[in-house]
């Protein structure tokens, strides 16, 4: 048969979403590109042996032990709470309970994740942009105009990848209660962030939709394990539709050993704020830097000459960053990770030689 004549158009002509790790596949050894935390899982989290496990059977497909645990965490009832393979399940399966092919459309806000896109595209559902300001903040006008099309879902990625800024969160709050369809607000990066979760503020507002991961400063990124925050009538819709094992035995024992190191991941977060603002200051001193955007973010997007060329001569050195600098609204920029003190100095002097 062909292949090709039995796809759906849509996978058909996907473009997938592109990794860090797909775009890098040489050796390196300063992994600045994908926003992982440099300083690792949380300290001495070990799993029981395999026997105890009991890893013949089936995972509990509630994770009510892990659930439990995280509800204490973020002061919310357990009802509200959803967890899935990492976030990139969470954002699938909204697109496949709450949008219908062909038909519905939804919001994004570029330069943004590109996880909204791929999945939107998976799925069949059209995306409408509403691009951010120049200052990547939010367009007004052009979301008040976006609402009256009705959009099924609007993602507000914030802190946002790849800018790192997080938006006013008034602004924001009033916005989330002007849309008509529901409102996705990825927090990823919110715990690098000074600005508070909305987490909190879930059961006054029935179409928030909260996302945060497990992935980012938990620094279990290898674990996949997202959450979901939403009103118990959401929660239940995604419970329904999940596979019904998606976490396994191995993901939730060692998760909620890892939820107890609380002290021991703020102190890294702390770490990686502070490390944030050092290399900030120092971007900002290159003669070719013309913009370092603050950042709420465990990232730095950094404008800067050349920034093509510095890509791939800082890889050749084994020092890795992501490449934004050809997209349209991030032209001539790089997305810098915060790594450890060392790695962060190896960039710094790693770009003094390229001549940034
Ligand atoms: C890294 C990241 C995630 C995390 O995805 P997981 O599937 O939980 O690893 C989600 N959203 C954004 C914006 C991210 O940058």
Known sequence: VEIDRLLRPNILTLKPYSSARDEFKGQADVWLDANENPYGAPPDVSLPNANGLRLHRYPDPYQRALKQRVSE??????????LGNGSDECIDLL?????????DHVLTMPPTYGMYTVSANINDVEIREVPLTPDYTLDDNGLQKAFAEMPKLWFVCNPNN????????AALLATVAECPGLVVVDEAYADFSSSESLVKLVPY??????LQTFSKAWGMAAVRLGMAFADPEIIDVLTRIKPPYNIGTLQQTYALEALQKTDAVADRVKKIIEERARLADALATLPTVE?????DANFLLVKIQDAGRLYRELAQQGIVVRNWSEKPHTLGC????IGTPAENDRLLQALKVLGA
């Open 73 to 82: 965490l973020k002061g919310l009832p357990v009802d509200h709470i959803f």
């Open 291 to 295: 913009h370092v955007v603050p950042s």
């Open 205 to 210: 507002y029935p179409n928030l939709v909260v």
């Open 95 to 103: 697109f496949r309970a709450f949008c219908e092919p062909g038909k």
């Open 334 to 337: 790089l997305r810098i990770t």
């Open 162 to 169: 790849p800018t790192g800024k997080a938006f006013d969160r």
